[in-house]
C-alpha cells in the first residue's frame, strides 16, 4: 500500500510537505499505473515548485530506497520566498493533495486499500 501523509503549517493550515511511501502491488513490477500515476503527482509537483516557484529542488524533493519494491518520496517547501511565491507554492501542492486523494478514492475498493492519505495530527 502507498502511504501519503499531507503535512500541514498548524496556524496557516498550508501544506508544508507531501511524504509518500510504499507501493500499491496492484499489478507487477513495471505495470503497477496506481504507483506511475502517484509518483507522477509527485515529481509534478517537485519540477513545478522548481520551475513556477524557483526554489532549489535538492530543498524541495528527496527519493530514498527507489526501486520497484518501494519508494520513499518528500516533497516540501523551503521556507524562503516572497508572499507570491508561497502562494503559487500552495496552489500546486494543493492541486497533487487533490489528484492524491481522487487518485485513491477511483482506486481503492471495498476490502482493498492501495492509496493512505493521512493528514498531519494538527489536522
Known sequence: MITVIIDRDKVTRNIIAIYMSGHAGIAEEGFDTVCAGAS????TAAYALTDICGYDDE?????TDEGLESVNVRIQIPEEGDRDTKERAQVIMRTVELGL?????????????????IHSKED
Open 101 to 117: 486523494i481522487n487518485l485513491a478514492a477511483t482506486v481503492n475498493e471495498e476490502g482493498n486499500t492501495y492509496i493512505e492519505i
Open 40 to 43: 507522477t503527482l509527485c515529481y
Open 59 to 63: 530543498k524541495v524533493f528527496r527519493v
